[in-house]
């Protein structure tokens, strides 16, 4: 069995000094695949050293030149694609599908960042536009410094790419943290490094989990930003750590979004995008569709269309081409989807699906696809993340009380709107309250357009231009002309 009991620091792999070791897990198999160390703040001060060490000769490249390097970590992905897709698809539960678009929108991030990269050299030492005469200034965008960066199980080369891409795109050196839960594929970002001859100290991955690395990373004196994606409760607890110190944070948490079914829509194609914003990667994605706003003018068609894409959903082995849906990536997060469930059981909800109406595969952390309808605005169902493959819908008799329920949320990371009409798609996204919307498509997410929330969604944002900032401090240098 693999042991990951080696921290990658200077581009060595050295001896973790954490005793305790933490079971990897193949989700469907539900066998153990490897194990990790979970890692000891004496490897944090060791990465962070190695860091600091990498930053100065890191910052004087060129963005040129540090976005040549990134082109190797995109190419390094690509030469690997077929063997992460399965590695992914094991470690993860992910189908084969799903694991193909967390490598290949990695891919393309560190392909954007390089790009980003280079433009960086044009934007330095700027003329700004003065009202004073007689005065010159020019505004330069220095690294913030050492960054940490901490990523969820969910999609782990994707995630870990838009902190990593820009960063190293700016100057910034880096730790980063993945998940203890799905070590294994960003593991090839510590091979590729030393392919490619990054320079040692310019990328530490630490693997543990939030006692061994998480949280003395987020508390690091010498850490001087931290990015986190993740829960709420750890996210809060991030920013805590980094405000003793008033370091800068961005925050990628939690979401609840809606997806707005206008009258007028077609309801088959409407339940594909449903399908696709809920059911995808089993539910588990920040930006899952999981509340479904539908007028009543077409709620019952939808919700019989809906249920019968449910009933042909295939779940199974997540190897296997013919399978939609594979199982949830940890036992724990099928107990807390479960828990969800019992509540609903409690309350009463109605169901188009419900939890038994199917039998689930033998083996793998399955749940089977739900579906309620008119779920009370209370329901914990209805106001939490739930992070599975759980569809919460009520119907509603015009545009404004759409958009009043889909906005009546704690959370605002994306949102999706069906029409016919595309102008009326565009207008009713203007009156939502998230950073990402998307009309007749579902979880469109590009390099080039950014990503991140309103609300407790988070802090900051990922991907375009705004990506890049995250890791950039703005100067001006400032006399006569
Ligand atoms: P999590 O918060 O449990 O863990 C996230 C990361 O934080 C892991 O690497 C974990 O080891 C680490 N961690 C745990 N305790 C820590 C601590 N005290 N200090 C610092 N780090 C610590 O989240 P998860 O279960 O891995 O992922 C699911 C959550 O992530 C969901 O809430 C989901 O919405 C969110 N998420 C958000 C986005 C986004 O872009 N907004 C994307 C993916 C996932």
Redesign the pocket.
Known sequence: MQQLDHQFIDNRWLPSRGERRLAVMNPYREEVIAEVTAGHPDDVDDAVAAARRALPAWRALSGAERGAYLEGFADGLAQRREELIRLSSTNNGKVLAEAAIDLDDAIACYRYYARQARKLDQRQGQLVELELGGIEARCYHDPVGVVGL??????PLV?SA?KLAPALAAGCTAVL?????TPLPERALAEIAQEIELPAGVLNLLF????G???????HPGIDK?S????????E??MR?AAERTADVS?????KSPILVMDGADPAQAADWVMAGIYFNAG????ATSRLIVHQAIAEKLYAALAARIDALVLGDPLDEGTDMGPLTSAR?RENVQAYLTVAQREGLSAVRDAHHRQLPKQGYFVAPVLYRDVPTQSRLWRE?I?GPVLCARSVASEQEAIDLANDCDFG?AATVVSGDVERARRIGRQLQAGSIWFNSEQLVLPETG???FKR??IGR?LGPWGLSAYLAVKHIVGPA
């Open positions: 901490i990523t969820p199980w969910n999609f995630t838009w943290k993945p998940s203890e839960v543990g989990d939030g006692e690395i998480g949280a003395p990373l987020a508390a931290v986190f994606t993740g829960s709420n409760r750890v996210g607890s991030v750590a925050l990628e948490l939690g979401g588990q994605i920040c930006s997060q993340e992070f990371l990503w991140g929330g969604s988070g990922e």
